[in-house]
């Protein structure tokens, strides 16, 4: 009897040794099962190619169906994917062949080039008949099936380990939840991206269920989860066509909810990243629409160290006037403000292109609006400066700009004795630096017109405040998100071309013309001038659409004086829609086919996207140097 | 036996400001191969550095022994491997100090622990 019960106790523990091992692995082995299982698939799609005639319909429509059911197989794993190695992920679901990039922890280097490959691509090419042959074909899918060792690899696989990788993987995806995936970004067939976003959402609730038996000292909070349920019965019980969707109630009341809890847990379980994925992200925001979700620019400069309130005043106030102030140019005639003028939402609505410094005709290119520019990783649209110090130092000294030099232009601001007083005291808190240099006046500008980039817009309001909109300025969005297709390049939340997880700028080759008539290709060569590769002649850094009634002209020459032009522009598919030869054009060329109300709503959403700055008055008069010839000179500069 | 006291008092006085003032000026050790130039840039951009350096990191990452510049230290494959995990963003985004910096400060940081001259 004793014997049968000491071995009845063994028995019973080794069984629970055996079922609790088994149990906390169980997370990591729906990870492993389901990259094999998509592996397996892509194993398929490619012996069905090798063995298909791409000549026959009834083939190419069988190798159509088996890349959709691998699309959906891929939604099972995206979760984590997209997390651990975005840059291999390009080679599951790459949007382009080629993409050319600079993310924040490389723009101190080249541009790297990255191939894309796998399913979008492939099925991309499909269409192409002319060109299509088994080989090429072959190779997308090959080249994907190679790189799924990247997610198996030992950085990879150590994260299950520890719940942290969790959270922050969750947080992307609820970020590409409201930016990309119901735009279309990946997905080339429109009709299902409705049918995939409901094979996506259940399979993440799959995962959340594995991970609450692994970690359950770490859960998902009953509120999330049930949430979370709520928006699954909601896009179940939304249109299946995209354009019909109703992506604003899905962000407002559903995903942005839930990236708020996600936001906590990240905090309250203390959750620390490895990953490049969360660089620029903020873990202390609470909703994708609150101005400071991630980091881009620092504005401060040489000031960064510097956190004394009553300092940092000192430096915005001489930052204002130093904007104003044409002894930053060469001829005592020019300051930022001639171009960036403070009330027109620091850009120049009356010209094209802003005036040379001396004659001599005008600038190649549009002033861009100075707001939201801080939430760009590279600055300028051809993205040559990776700091707004740097944009500024060089506008400066450019001979057809400000004209002027760094020596120079340090000595004549110290002859004014208000900006000598004000930057010796500065220079105190800047210890590393022997003298006030160029670096305090440039930083002191950029200081000073940052602040205005933090004001929101009556869509931000409804998007964080569960407010609402007008029902025009919800169908635009929407419209904006779908059929439109601007979603797929103006990303969620600042509508500029920095998407998820919100590291790297994207440049679009979009086909602009010279003139109105469309009789010819713009000439400026874009980010060819700093990167120059095929792919990105005539390329641009997509801007911010926000505040865009108020910064006309639009386009990088500024050859649209309405947004009419603007949509109608990109409704005919851009230059190559109106017959231009683009060759590289990244924009569709099929046209949008919007209707004229259509029209109307995506301009009332625009609208909607203005935000309510606050303005400065200029200041009255401008520091008097012991130089008496540069005491003419006027606030903001002559022209 | 008044002035006695103070002729001690004072040569004590001496030696501990003569052990203030003769602390030793940091050496920048640049290969030989680096042009006039470029070699002032750099010693240049080390020194300011260095002024962070003392100001923002010794307090946690110093050694506060007399006479000594209070830098521990590193190793050149520590400083690389921060360096590398700088521009990854690991690191500075979870450090106090350093996610404060700007890029170029960062950069001035790393110049002066690389260049100068350990022990």
């Known amino acids: 009897m004793k014997t049968f019960l000491v071995i009845l106790i063994l028995a019973a523990t080794v069984c629970c040794f055996s079922f609790s091992l088994r149990h906390s692995t169980q997370y990591k082995q729906l990870y492993t099962s389901s990259l094999d299982a998509y592996r397996n698939d892509q194993e398929q799609l490619l012996r069905l190619i090798r063995s298909s005639d791409l000549t026959k319909p009834d083939d190419l429509e069988k190798i159509r169906e088996k890349i959709a059911a691998n699309r959906i197989q891929l939604k099972s794993i995206d979760f984590w994917l997209r997390y651990f190695d975005p840059i291999s992920y390009r080679k599951e679901n790459g949007p382009l062949p080629v993409e050319w990039e600079t993310e924040v922890f490389e723009k101190f280097e080249m541009p790297y080039r990255r191939k894309g490959a796998g399913l979008s691509l492939a099925e991309k090419y499909m269409d192409e008949r002319e060109s299509l042959n088994k080989d090429s074909l072959s190779q997308l899918i090959q080249t994907s099936i190679d790189s799924l060792v990247m997610f198996k690899r030992d950085s990879v696989m150590m994260q299950f380990a520890s719940p942290d990788h969790f959270f922050l993987a969750n947080r992307l995806y609820l970020l590409n939840l409201a930016a990309v995936y119901t735009t279309g970004f990946e997905c080339p067939d429109t009709s299902r991206i409705i049918p995939e976003l409901r094979s996506l959402l259940p399979a993440v609730r799959n995962i959340y269920d594995q991970f609450a038996t692994d970690f359950p000292s770490t859960p998902l909070s009953k509120n999330y989860l049930e949430l979370y349920d709520r928006m699954l019965a909601f896009v179940n019980s939304q249109p299946k066509q995209f354009s019909l969707f109703d992506q604003f109630t899905l962000i407002r009341d559903y995903i942005n909810p839930l990236f708020k809890h996600n936001q906590q847990f990240i905090r309250n379980y203390n959750v620390l990243s490895i990953s490049f994925n969360d660089y620029a992200l903020n873990n202390e925001t609470s909703s994708i629409f609150d101005k400071s979700l991630f980091i881009s620019q620092n504005t401060k400069g040489i000031f960064s160290l510097v956190d004394d309130p009553a300092a940092l005043g000192e430096v915005k106030r001489v930052g204002k006037l130093l904007f104003y102030d044409p002894i930053l140019s060469g001829n005592n005639k020019r300051s930022c403000a001639s171009c960036h003028k403070p009330t027109e939402y620091f850009t120049d609505t009356s010209v094209a292109t802003a005036l040379q410094f001396e004659g001599g005709g005008h600038l190649p290119r549009n002033a861009p609006s100075l707001i939201n520019s801080v939430f760009n990783h590279l600055i300028m649209l051809d993205g040559k400066h990776i700091s707004l110090q740097g944009q500024a130092q060089d506008v400066m000294t450019k001979h057809e700009e400000m004209n002027s030099n760094e020596e120079e232009l340090v000595k004549k601001v110290l002859t004014c004795k208000e900006y000598r007083d004000v930057f010796k005291k500065l220079l105190k808190l800047t210890p590393e630096e022997k003298n006030i240099s160029f670096g305090h006046i440039i930083s002191a500008i950029t200081y000073y017109y940052a602040d205005f980039s933090y004001y929101y817009s009556p869509f931000d309001r409804a998007m964080n405040e569960n407010g609402g909109v007008s029902n025009e300025v919800k169908q635009g969005f929407n419209l904006f998100m779908s059929k439109a297709q601007c979603g797929t390049c103006h990303f969620v939340p600042h509508f500029n071309g920095i998407k998820p997880p919100y590291i790297g700028s994207e440049f679009e080759v979009l086909g602009v013309p010279a003139d109105t008539a469309y009789s010819r290709l713009s000439d400026d060569k874009g980010r060819y001038d700093a990167n120059p590769a095929s792919e990105t002649l005539h390329a641009f850094r997509t801007s911010t659409v926000r505040n865009i009634e108020f910064t006309k002209p639009y386009m990088h020459n500024g050859v649209f004086r309405t947004l009419d032009q603007v949509i109608d522009f990109y409704d005919a598919g851009g230059g190559a829609g109106k017959k231009l030869d683009v060759p590289n054009q990244t924009l569709a060329s099929d046209p949008l086919k919007l209707s004229s109300p259509e029209k109307g709503a995506l301009i009332s959403f625009l609208h909607s996207l203005n935000e309510n700055v606050i303005f400065e008055a200029p200041p009255s008069s401008l520091p008097v140097s012991s130089d008496k010839s540069l005491n003419a000179r006027k606030v903001g500069g002559e022209y | ?119």
Request: charged residues 25%; contains cysteine; positive net charge.
């Open chain 2, 1 to 119: 036996m008044k002035s006695l006291y103070l002729i001690i008092l004072s040569f004590f006085s001496f030696l501990l400001l003569h052990q203030c003032t003769s602390e030793k000026k940091t050496v920048y050790v640049i290969p030989d191969h680096v042009t006039p130039r470029n070699r002032q840039l750099l010693t240049e951009k080390a020194e300011k550095g260095r002024v962070l350096y003392k100001l923002h990191c010794s307090e946690c990452h110093g050694i506060f022994t007399k006479g000594k510049d209070g830098v521990p230290n590193f190793t050149q494959t520590q400083i690389d491997n921060y360096h590398a995990a700088a521009l990854m963003g690991i690191d500075p985004r979870n450090h106090a100090v350093a996610k404060k910096m700007s890029a170029e400060q960062v950069d001035q940081v790393i110049t002066f622990l690389s260049l100068r001259k350990r022990d």
